[in-house]
């Protein structure tokens, strides 16, 4: 059974950091791309990254390049999201998602995690 | 940028009824387009990609038609655990993902 379990989130002030993790189980891990999609309450799903199977090519919405990194430990089954320069307006709910394909991008998201809650606010 | 545009934003339906939900975009994205439904306190499922093909698991009930520019989400004989707000998502040039706004469906 797939599952990604996040973990990592909380309330942070205006300005700080935060790492999320998501630990992936029950498929192989090291062949399919990882992605991030937040939810900001009342608003709708926003893609925020994405990093391929390999680690070696990673894609950020606009609004986070330069703040956010995503990376991922294959050994470890695990794809992190680096939160620098948080603002309110990343308050959100933050998925890890599977990309569908093996050893491809398909660019849809076939597996989710619970969600974990990011604050920020002062 | 391709942008997806879905209506009604919400749809009002009793059980046992047919819901239809449109999802418009402003170039063709030939079949690369999936749904979602998602339910407060869940994380999203997918239901459908490649405009048409059902997810693992995903009843015969959701059916994903359309190409070019516009499809279509059809959900038959609507349940109770039906009742969720439902997004669809395509393949884009950038950003690789790019969602809907959602079309609510509630119970009438």
């Known amino acids: 059974e797939v599952q990604l379990l996040e973990s990592g989130g909380g309330m942070i002030h205006p300005g700080g950091s935060l790492r999320l993790s998501c630990e992936a189980s029950g498929f192989m891990f090291s062949y399919y791309a990882m992605n991030w999609v937040r939810q900001a309450p009342g608003k709708g799903l926003e893609w925020v990254a994405s990093i391929k199977n390999s680690g070696d090519k990673t894609y950020y919405t606009e609004s986070v390049q330069g703040r956010f990194t995503i990376s991922r430990d294959n050994s470890r089954r695990t794809v992190y999201l680096q939160m620098d320069s948080l603002r309110a307006d990343d308050t959100a709910v933050y998925y890890c998602?599977?990309?569908?394909?093996?050893?491809?991008?398909?660019?849809?998201?076939?597996?989710w995690g619970q969600g974990s809650p990011v604050t920020v606010s002062s | 940028e391709v942008v997806l545009t879905q209506s009604p934003a919400t749809l009002s339906l009793s059980p046992g009824e047919t819901a239809t939900l449109s999802c418009r975009a402003t170039?063709?994205?030939?079949?690369?387009l999936a749904w979602y439904q998602h339910k407060p306190g869940q994380p999203p499922r997918l239901l459908i990609y490649d405009a048409s093909k059902r997810a693992t698991g995903i009843p015969q009930r959701f059916s994903g038609s359309g190409s070019g520019t516009d499809f279509t989400l059809t959900i038959y004989n609507l349940e109770p655990a039906d009742f969720a707000v439902y997004y669809c998502q395509l393949r884009n040039t950038w950003p690789p993902y790019t969602f809907g706004q959602g079309t609510r469906v509630e119970i009438k």
């Open positions: 998602a599977r990309d569908g394909g093996s050893g491809y991008y398909a660019y849809f998201l076939d597996y």
């Open positions: 170039e063709s994205v030939t079949k690369f």
